[in-house]
């Protein structure tokens, strides 16, 4: 279980979040969540869903709750991605992803970096396909302008 | 994407150790609710001080009724106690207040079918015997308001199929979300300030959805939780004041 989920989800809540000590706590409350609750999935496919749904939600709790990240420094996620052995150049385009607002970025993770189709965003994050997809529109916009290029 | 980028997203790993500490901290959550083994309720509840001490009337809340999947998922029965003046008070989009735990006594029906408020009492009644959320106070609810003679229970039930508004002196609204066992504020995003009070809009929610409201206060206690109970088809409500605690 924790093989299998602890880096995906860790991955996903610092995009959100953009702090490393954040995500760490974001990583074990979803852990604990699961192993109070016990739940029961039909498949691994329903399980992992289930993991990132609740870090997602997790994450924007935290989010709400601390009033967190109105402005991470841009190098302070540039030393961690540095730290984990991204180049600058995809370090410049994740750097730009993880600028987006917040309801942008997570839809444009979940389906550009974590591959999920819309419709399975659209189930992760509770809202219409359509919605996802204006998200991810409006998404690419913004890093068009901020980078400078279409991806 | 290209695909240098989503490789790039994966080198992003947890820092190491995190699964040690987090196997620390379940064994350390296990060991403590071992320990603890206290009734469910009494880890729900937001503690906080009350603003209002000097209840004189303290109404019972009987949560817990079908539906309401707490935590260990049996369907339990739980006293609350809820302030003589707990300020609370649910409102139609349109501002009209449609009852508040002022009005306890009262069976109260909103104007449009779609949106009926009942608050629903029984005095000096114990916890096993009380039936909140079952036929005694299903249908219109009148036959058990302030009928009963020394009311101490209370129980909101809320039918909603438009957004109404609760409105409290708490300070934060939360929304609990059972089947995933999360907490959302919602004040962030829906707080309205009126004369120092918290307005929180309340939208329906898909099938299913089982949650709860939760409201704090650093001074005071109060809380509503809000239950869909998918047998009944409807959003149940109740609210609390604890104080002493």
């Known amino acids: 279980m924790f093989e299998r989920y602890t880096d995906m989800l860790y991955r996903l809540c610092y995009s959100i979040l953009l702090q490393k000590e954040d995500a760490e706590d974001a990583v074990q409350d979803v852990f604990l969540i699961y192993f109070r609750k016990h739940p029961t999935f039909a498949d691994e496919e329903h399980e992992k869903a289930w993991f990132i749904r609740v870090a997602v939600n997790r994450c924007r709790d935290m989010l709400r709750r601390n009033k967190i990240r109105a402005g991470v420094p841009l190098s302070e996620v540039e030393e961690t991605l540095a730290a984990a052995g991204v180049d600058s150049e995809e370090s410049e385009v994740l750097a730009a992803i ?54 | 994407m290209n695909k240098n980028t989503i490789d790039a997203y994966h080198k992003i790993t947890a820092p190491e150790g995190l699964q040690e500490r987090i196997e620390a901290r379940i064994r350390a959550e296990q060991a403590a609710t071992a320990a603890r083994r206290s009734p469910w309720w009494k880890g729900v509840w937001v503690p906080a001080a009350t603003a209002f001490a000097a209840a004189a009337i303290c109404l019972a809340v009987w949560a817990g009724g079908a539906g309401t999947g707490r935590q260990d998922g049996e369907n339990r029965m739980a006293e609350m106690r809820l302030g003589d003046s707990p300020s609370v008070q649910l409102m139609s989009e349109r501002g009209e207040v449609l009852g508040s735990s002022q009005t306890v006594l009262d069976v109260y029906s909103g104007e449009t079918a779609d949106l009926n408020v009942m608050l629903v009492s029984a005095r000096g009644v114990a916890p096993a015997e009380a039936d909140p959320f079952g ?47 999360l907490w959302t504020e919602l004040c962030s995003e829906l707080i309205l300030e009126t004369d120092g009070e918290l307005c929180v809009l309340l939208s329906p929610m898909g099938d299913g959805e089982v949650f709860y409201i939760e409201m704090s206060s650093a001074e005071g206690q109060s809380e509503i939780q809000i239950v869909y109970d998918e047998t009944a088809g409807r959003y149940l409500a109740s609210c609390q004041e604890i104080t002493g605690e």
């Not at chain 2, 708490?170 to 929304?175: D, F, T």
């Open chain 1, 98 to 151: 993880y600028g987006l607002p917040e309801k942008y970025r997570i839809v444009m993770i979940l389906h550009y970096l974590e591959e999920y189709p819309v419709k399975q965003v659209a189930e992760l994050c509770k809202l219409t396909q359509s919605a996802v997809k204006m998200r991810l529109a409006r998404g690419r916009e913004m890093l068009k302008a901020s980078l400078g290029r279409e991806l």
């Open chain 2, 135 to 181: 036929q005694e106070t299903d249908g219109s609810g009148q036959k058990d308001s302030a009928k009963r003679s020394g009311v101490r229970a209370a129980v909101f039930q809320v039918t909603v199929t438009e957004p109404v508004t609760f409105r409290t002196d708490s300070e934060s609204l939360s929304v609990y979300d059972v089947n995933e066992m």
